[in-house]
């Protein structure tokens, strides 16, 4: 019998845990059951695959430099990386903004809705808000402070500092090749024998998916209803259509127009190919809404099905997992002018140009984990003066959009590991016409 392929066994489990989640939310089945006995499984598969996100990145990422040995080529990698990351994620932001001014989404929402929204989600507005403030009184070059940490104890056993660990492993990388061969041996065998071990627990996290993906969803869409009215959250969420379908619009177009358009002008890889490699990672990536959770698979599948080399995909794809947020940067342009025409506002072309820089700034570095955009969103918001309070419009839908936004988040972070193994020759050849074939 034919093995089910792993994409498909991933889409079997969302799918079943969509209609557990529409069946119980309409059949009034508390929701106590699904989050003391459904979503602890969701949890275990998203922490499992967190547990191995440190170990992997600085493993990877230190034979990955040692791999290039020639600081010169290292220089060169690093600048291409971080040269394609910022002008996808300028591209992102602009068409964002195109996109959210020609639609104009907050235009359509009824003003009943709107205050209800700003009624009911106050409180969950007025702390993003706080903690955007604590953020923004550290000074403006604190970010700077931030990537080094004092304590690198600390910042290993903390997901939210995985800037911090991506430099301190370069750091530590470069610092290796100084070492003479003969002592720097035992520390690259040791390295390569943990990065084929983490491998072989990533198989193994695989396995359990489907499960992790069925109760991940589930628990997300119930406890998006609550113990309230379904009908009255379903109606809230109707009336944010417009705002959501902009997003998803915009995501869609990075995804299925911008990233093929850049492929076929960098590269020969076909992008059909280039989707069955990586889909498995961008469904983990939707379902569980974290690009660093999702790294291991995405690692997995650019080295064993997009053809990328070790040495390219250990260095581009950690650091795309903090630097590079295509669909967080494109999501907080529309969500930004959306609150403001909600509210009645008018954003100058300054203003606009203003936000395309601060999204651009504030991606780097934000922590690949559900939610985190939000506090960056509020900093962008008090900057173009638009009321932070309007945040509690885009709560409602927030945490189904974080999963479309961070599954482009990967596809991006793919396509460019794919654009710089290419332009260093290290890009497998014929890999993807076997995955045409071969559709596993």
């Known amino acids: 019998m034919k093995k089910i392929p792993s994409h498909i066994q991933i889409l079997i489990g969302l799918g079943l845990g969509l209609i557990f989640a529409i069946v119980s939310i309409k059949l009034g089945w508390p929701t106590s059951f699904t ?3 459904i979503k602890p499984f969701g949890d275990v598969f998203l922490n499992s695959l967190k547990m191995i996100a440190i170990p992997l990145i600085i493993a990877s990422l230190v034979i990955g430099v040692n791999s290039i040995e020639d600081v010169t080529k290292l220089s060169r990698i690093g600048g291409k990386t971080f040269l394609i990351y910022t002008s996808t994620t300028v591209l992102a932001v602009t068409l964002g903004l195109i996109i959210v001014n020609i639609i104009k989404p907050g235009k359509v929402i009824p003003e009943q809705t709107r205050d209800k929204l700003m009624a009911l989600y106050a409180k969950e507005a007025e702390q993003s808000s706080i903690t955007a403030k604590e953020v923004k009184k550290e000074g403006p070059l604190n970010f700077l402070v931030d990537m080094i940490p004092s304590n690198l104890f600390e910042a290993l056993g903390n997901n939210l500092n995985l800037l911090q660990v991506v430099l301190v ?3 530590f990388g470069i610092a290796l090749l100084k070492v003479s061969a003969r002592k720097r041996k035992p520390i690259i065998l040791l390295l390569e024998g943990v990065n084929d071990v983490i491998i072989e627990v990533i198989k193994f996290i695989m396995k359990l998916a489907p499960f992790g993906v069925f109760a991940l969803i589930a628990s997300l869409l119930v406890e998006l209803a609550g113990d309230g009215n379904p009908n009255e959250v379903f109606g809230i969420l109707y009336a944010l259509l417009w705002y959501a379908s902009t997003v998803v619009f915009g995501l869609a177009i ?16 076909k992008y059909l190919a280039f989707l069955k490699g990586i889909r498995p990672a961008q469904l983990l990536a939707f379902a569980t809404s974290s690009s660093s959770a999702t790294l291991p698979v995405t690692m997995e599948r650019a080295e064993k099905h997009l053809g990328v080399s070790e040495e390219i995909s250990s260095f581009v794809l950690p650091l795309g997992a903090t630097v590079n947020m295509d669909g967080t940067a494109l999501y907080q342009s529309i969500a930004i002018v959306f609150i403001a025409q909600a509210l009645g506002k008018e954003l100058s072309t300054a203003a606009q140009l203003m936000i395309i820089l601060q999204v651009v ?3 780097v570095g934000v922590a690949g984990v559900p939610g985190v955009s939000i506090v960056t969103t509020v900093m962008i918001l008090q900057l173009t003066g638009v009321p932070v309070e309007g945040l509690a419009l885009v709560l409602a839908p927030d945490r189904i959009l974080d999963m479309c936004r961070t599954a482009t988040n990967i596809t991006g972070d793919a396509v460019v590991a794919v654009l710089v193994a290419s332009s260093e020759g290290e890009l497998e050849a014929g890999i993807h016409e076997k995955l ?3 559709d596993t």
Request: glycine letters at 0%; a neutral charge; proline letters at 4%.
């Open 254 to 269: 990075m995804i299925f127009v911008i990233y093929p358009l850049i492929l076929k002008s960098f590269t020969k890889v």
């Open 436 to 438: 045409l074939e071969d």
């Open 361 to 363: 700034i504030s991606s």
């Open 169 to 171: 492993a370069i750091i």
């Open 35 to 37: 989050i003391n006995y």
